[in-house]
């Protein structure tokens, strides 16, 4: 009997132990972000709120966001999301659900060193309010127009846009439904707003996934922290965007950002859909071939990746060639249907334009009519809606929202959105019940996953835990220069943005193994901009001596942003000068030019500067200055490869099918077979070596690593003549032979040949001599294990008989 009651106050204790932590679990606090929340517990999910008024119910706790007294299906976050959405879409009016379906700016850049809260109630939206309507403020949007979707691209720290977000939650937590505040933005990587963004272009060419998924992820999640919930990215996800041109490398590379993305917290929108990113529109792409498929391909990895968003492009036509995407029912089907993407389709900025201004009014060839017939012009603003509503579009985006009345569409022309023209569609039944509620049901469903009904609020604290060092969460500083920024952020984080602006650079030519260069030489260092220049010279001065003068140098190293007055002057005196001279491509393409005047050239392709809106002023966004030094000098190694073909001229720019990868300077029988690779399987790579650019797919050189070129099967021109032959039974006949052509002096004699390399890759300078003269000489880029077909034409100055030289390669010509 002793043993019992000993064991039975054993498990008093246990008990009581346990009840202490579960009440001290569910105890209501307020953090220094000015809310109040409770849990979480293993029983319990963190609520937040702008009050203390959690509603207990058998122990656990809820938010009575209606106000009703009472604890709703929606209100019940044990219920399933399905049964939520459907009982907060039965309170909703039909007002309410129109307003789902829009989704615009905040009103001004709320975030930045004075913010005040009161701002967010007053007069500060981006439009002249004298000529329209007064009080237009975030409280006006919210609860005078019900809209609860935001595109914020503001400036400010993590702790301010906290601060901001908050505070704008709190203004949608105190409406009749209590519904929450999405916010997005075209920026990934916004938690220190405005100062900088994702290097999209580095990430193609540094072709190191992990790496970049890392970032990626590392990016949501500060960005989720001080209070995004979607963002308009991946941007660029077709043939000939940032990713480049093989779809292979296109697909696994958004797979892994959207996944990235997600998995950091915040939600996915890949955009846009379809566009080619980066360069030029789907519409200006397409070829005699009108090819599409292998366009695709990135958006089929992007929804298998489950992407939850998807924006169109309504600045271009789509599929069917006739009208912009948001209006063409091809181009939307085929999302829909064959692609079979069932969340939020929403669409560009500006897209719907009004009744006096439409958006395909500068689309060039487009007139408004889709290719059944149908005569866009003609729809009233509610058949206008109603027609990309049903084409399966979500939700609309623009700058802003008003009533339909003259005096409010003056005041914001085209990039306003009519707020009466959707509850106006489906009154005369040009919008179905059902269709209504099964956009505002996917636009719900974002909202409830992501936890937003329960926990709207963010942490400062916690933002600045992820996203800043501790140095600067104990003393934060005004942040005036890349390297008070530097030192305000995570150094983890740091360093693995300088891997990839190290791994993004692409060695394109290393004469002489120029690079790294040795420690203790005098430079001469250029660039085109003075303040690049001076923290250029600071880091690279660390290890060399940096001179005045192009005469007093070892070594010229220019970094050239734009080829213009200072970038050619530059370089003539550098080689009039006879000094050895180093180029780094600074997010300009490695042209023929800079390929044949330097002796080195690096193309540094990392830029990060913030995508939309204002950018902060007086920040460096391209390769920092200790990573420059370093790649210079060999402590990082350049480690890129170019993903799209760079052309050696204009005219070879313009001539290849934008719509098709790798055809840059092919013969049309050439590029007929590489359309048909394509067409027997798009989601496949098709070959990068046919054609003639300047620099192919995937080429990349680096540091040490030797070329080993071989020249094999010199092919001359020929003609078709008669010869006689003779035959042991039927004596001398005519047959017809192909034999060398004679060249004619002053004229092209085009040769071609297999260029090999069995090395690393390199660029080599082909040269034809005729009987001991260069003739013609040609730059060949070539990957290491493969091969190119070098033409060259060649003209023989008189008549006569010459010995032609390429290398190992020899032909003897007769020249008339």
Known sequence: ?????????????????????????????????????????????????????????????????????????????????????????????????????????????????????????????????????????????????????????????????????????????????????????????????????????????????????????????????????????????????????????????????????????????????????????????????????????????????????????????????????????????????????????????????????????????????????????????????????????????????????EAFQAAMGPGLLSLDAIPAAVEKGLISAERLEEACSRILRSKFELGLFENPYSDADAALALSASPEYIANPWEITSNELLVAARTAETVELERQLQAKSAVLIKNDNDILPLAEGLKIYLAATSSEMAEKYAQCVGEKATIVATIEEADVVVANLSRIDDFAEMTIEDTKKAGKVLVVTADCIDPNTYLTEKADALIFLNFTRRADHGTAMAGFITSTEAPVYADLLFGVRQPEGMIVKEISRDEIMEVDQWYDLANDMGVSDDVRLILQATMMENPDASIPSNYGDPLLGYGYGMRYGEKADFEYTILMLPTVITEVEVQDMWRGPRMVKKSIQAVAHAGEPYTVKFLLWNHGGDDIVVVKAYANGQLAAEKQMAVKGDSWRICTMDIVFKSAGNYELVIDALRANVTVE
């Open 1 to 405: 009997m002793k043993r019992i009651f000993v064991l039975l106050a054993i498990i008093m204790i246990v008990c009581t132990a346990g009840l202490s932590t579960f009440a001290e679990e569910l105890k209501i606090k307020q953090n220094a972000s000015g809310f109040y929340y409770i849990g979480p517990s293993e029983t319990q999910v963190m609520l937040s709120s702008k009050a203390d008024d959690f509603v207990n119910i058998n122990g656990l706790y809820f938010k009575d966001l209606n106000k009703n007294g009472r604890l709703d299906v929606y209100e019940d976050w044990r219920a399933d999301i399905d049964d939520r959405i459907k009982d907060l879409y039965g309170q909703m009016t039909l007002e309410e659900r129109s307003r789902l379906l829009y989704h615009v700016c905040t009103c001004g850049n709320n975030a930045g060193v004075e913010f005040n809260e009161k701002t967010l109630y007053e007069q500060n939206c981006p439009f002249d309010v004298d000529t329209a309507r007064t009080n237009y403020s975030m409280w006006y949007y919210i609860n005078v127009y019900g809209i609860t979707h935001y595109l914020d691209n503001s400036n400010g720290t993590p702790a301010q846009q906290v601060a901001v977000h908050n505070a704008i939650q709190g203004i949608g937590e105190e409406t009749r439904l209590g519904i929450p505040i999405t916010f997005s933005s075209d920026r990934q990587y916004n938690a220190w707003g405005g100062y900088i963004d994702v290097p999209k272009d580095a990430s193609g060419t540094a072709n190191a996934p992990e790496l970049s998924a890392q970032l990626w992820e590392t990016y949501s999640r500060e960005t989720a922290a001080v209070g995004y919930h979607v963002i308009l990215q991946p941007y660029g996800v077709e043939i000939g965007s940032f990713n480049g041109e093989n779809p292979e490398y296109i697909a696994k590379m958004t797979k892994i950002e959207v996944e990235a993305i997600q998995k950091g917290g915040t939600l996915a929108c890949t955009k846009h859909f379809i566009a080619r990113g980066g360069d030029m529109s789907f519409t200006n792409a397409r070829s005699v071939a009108q090819n599409y498929k292998n366009y695709m391909v990135g958006w089929k990895a992007a929804i298998e990746a489950d992407t939850k968003w998807i924006m169109t492009n309504g600045y271009a036509q789509g599929l069917s060639n006739t009208v912009n995407v948001d209006y063409d029912p091809e181009t939307m089907n085929y999302l829909r249907n064959e692609l079979g993407f069932d969340g939020v389709v929403l669409t560009d900025w500006g897209a719907m334009g009004n009744a006096k201004s439409n958006i395909w009014d500068n689309m060039g060839s487009s007139d408004g009519i889709t290719s059944d017939g149908t005569d866009l012009n003609n729809l009233t603003m509610a058949e206008r809606y109603a027609w990309v509503i049903n084409n399966g579009v979500d939700q609309m985006g623009a700058p802003a929202a008003g009533p339909e009345d």
